[in-house]
């Protein structure tokens, strides 16, 4: 897909996130907006993963340890194709697959996920597992930032360190903000980038937002020969694409009002509209 | 008495038991894969690391990604034997074990190692007393606890090949044969010795115990006692526990953990819920600080013994 082809995806996927969320009456709203570039790059330039191969053991791995982002994942996975969208309609009803939190009752979900700090454990072995039996894969995961306070994150740094995995790829949301306000304030856990390059990984800086840096970035790990796992810090805005939202704590999980939902459509819509303008 | 016969006829620990069944699964089986915390050592997979490195996946101690990262090994479709001391195994990693390993359905194989008391005067942060508890309210975990080698062989196989997580715990005292009967499955308790007058119910290392009691009741009071190794805590063998309700007035159960949600809880909890008239005690670890000592110190000082089980036997006869 060209560019401008991917940034009308990602102001599609955020108008879907949002009416699925206020159908739901519920969701990671903010954060859902933070990630969903990076999720369009993953699944429609990078991912070697579909319907079609979903049972292939050969198949790269996507695994979302920020789980309570779980709405644009939805909305991505059914863009590709693995139910159809109607289906995100039941989105946190009563006995319906779709919670809160990612589950593999959901097809394409590789993990059950929402308890933070169990990502890239989880993928570390799925890593292993690969080298174990020469598949020429790749497990990429998504963290959250406040995410990284779980000391489980740092034992799997290690231990992928450890193993040489250059088939594992974590990518930082670092929006800076987590639910009770900025990072820096709630727990510091900055400098990350120089944490994790003492604990041997590779590290690479991204505006989490720019669909071109991100493809780039994420085609050169492929490239790479490297025996060091990677860390692409995705820098981030927590809200992203809504202005009022944007980083404004208050919608970590907050719905937005009839009013509140109609201003961010219509604002999503201007954005899609001038991006078609300048198409032309 | 053939179980006198049997009782004496010699054993090794069941950890023994276990990294030999280990070895025998790997040699048929390149995706038998073990993940240890700074554990081998203590599993006795020493030999299993030289003969197979390459199935071998060392975490550090990290317990909790021992469990995530054997999560992680088994969705690829590895045969996963997570082996970390069941203390630590249960109580640091609980939250890998509830998401990771039961809630997203990962066959993986849990081996708690010296649990309960094993660890003697190592204290209580190397007890585990809880492990029942906690994993009993985990859905999608079968909870096992092998009496002796022979129960510790077949869990060990029987788990290898088990769709859905397992968790196995024993000691690593030598056990002694306890019966000729081969009936093992999971699920299903094993009669160790029969008897009429009264059934103790016990799991683990403390089925030892129990039948020795159930054979000095025997040459001193001159009573049949019967003794069930009800190795699966969860699920619970109910069949078994309404004929045992029905041949049997008196029943005890003895265990190797609190008395709080273990086996004991478990019984007591189906015989009150199904009205069964018997006379019903738990013998475990109470509710306080456990006494310090060695294993059997322990198990004495709390009547986990010869003498207390009988003791407790006569105690609910009359």
């Known amino acids: ?280 | 008495m053939k179980e006198i016969e049997n009782i004496t006829k010699e054993g090794v620990a069941n950890l023994e038991v276990f990294s030999a069944s280990l070895q025998k699964l790997a040699e048929k089986d390149k995706n038998i894969i073990v993940v240890t915390s700074d554990s081998r050592g203590s599993g006795k997979l020493m030999p299993f690391a030289e003969d197979y490195p390459d199935q071998i996946v060392e975490v550090g101690i990290a317990e909790q990604s021992l469990v995530g990262v054997a999560a992680g090994l088994s969705s690829a479709g590895k045969k996963v034997f997570a082996v970390s001391p069941a203390c630590f195994l249960t109580a640091r990693s609980l939250e890998q074990i509830k998401n990771d390993v039961a809630y997203s359905d990962n066959p993986v194989n849990l081996i708690g190692i010296s649990a309960g008391v094993s660890y003697g005067a190592l204290g209580s942060t190397h007890h585990s007393l809880h492990d029942f508890a906690v994993l009993r309210a985990i859905n999608n975990l079968t909870i096992v606890a092998p009496a002796d080698n022979y129960e510790t062989e077949m869990a060990i196989k029987l788990a290898s090949e088990m769709p859905s997580p397992v968790y196995i715990r024993f000691g690593k005292k030598a056990m002694p044969t306890l019966s000729e009967n081969k009936d093992f499955e999971f699920g299903k308790g094993r009669s160790v010795r029969k008897g009429k007058d009264a059934v103790i119910i016990a799991t683990g290392e403390t089925v030892f115990p129990a039948l020795q009691a159930a054979i000095a009741l025997e040459e001193k009071n001159d009573l049949q006692i019967g003794v069930v190794s009800m190795h699966t805590i969860k699920p619970l063998d109910l069949e078994m526990l309404d004929r045992l309700s029905e041949k049997y007035s008196v029943i005890l159960t003895v265990e190797e953990h609190s008395v709080y949600g273990g086996l004991g809880e478990a019984c007591a909890s189906y015989f009150l819920q199904n009205k069964k008239p018997v006379k019903f005690r738990i013998m475990g670890i109470p509710d306080e600080y456990t006494v310090t000592g060695s294993q059997l110190e322990i198990f004495e000082h709390y009547g986990i013994s010869e003498e207390g089980i009988s003791e407790k036997v006569l105690e609910l006869i009359s």
């Open chain 1, 1 to 280: 897909m060209t560019t401008i082809e991917l940034r009308k995806k990602s102001i599609e996927y955020r108008k879907k996130v949002l009416k699925y969320i206020k159908n739901a009456n519920a969701g990671h709203t903010a954060g859902s907006l933070s990630c969903i570039d990076i999720l369009n790059v993953l699944y429609n330039e990078i991912l070697n993963v579909s319907p079609r191969n979903f049972k292939d053991n050969s198949r790269d791995r996507y695994i979302q340890s920020k789980g309570h982002s779980v709405e644009a994942l939805y909305v991505v996975l059914a863009d590709k194709g693995f139910y159809p969208e109607s289906e995100l309609e039941s989105l946190c009803r009563f006995q319906s697959h779709f919670i809160g939190h990612p589950t593999k009752k959901i097809p394409g979900v590789e993990h059950n996920t929402g308890a933070l700090g169990h990502g890239l454990p989880i993928s570390v072995g799925n890593a292993i597992a690969a080298k174990m039996d020469d598949l020429d894969l790749k497990v990429y995961t998504l963290l959250g930032d406040g995410e990284l306070l779980e000391g489980s994150n740092w034992e799997a740094a290690m231990i992928a360190a450890h193993y040489k995995l250059n088939n594992l790829v974590a990518i930082l949301d670092y929006n800076k903000q987590q639910i009770t306000g900025d990072n820096e304030e709630v727990l510091n856990s900055a400098p990350v980038a120089e944490k994790f390059v003492a604990f041997g990984w590779s590290v690479k800086h991204v505006d989490g937002h720019n669909i071109d840096e991100l493809v780039a970035a994420f085609r050169e790990i492929s490239l790479r020969e490297s025996e060091k796992p990677t860390l692409v810090i995705a820098h981030t805005i927590k809200g992203k694409g809504v202005s009022f939202m944007e980083k404004n704590i208050k919608w970590h999980h907050k719905v937005p009002s009839d009013e509140q939902y109609k201003l961010a459509q219509e604002e999503l819509q201007a954005s899609m509209e001038s991006l078609s303008k300048a198409e032309i």
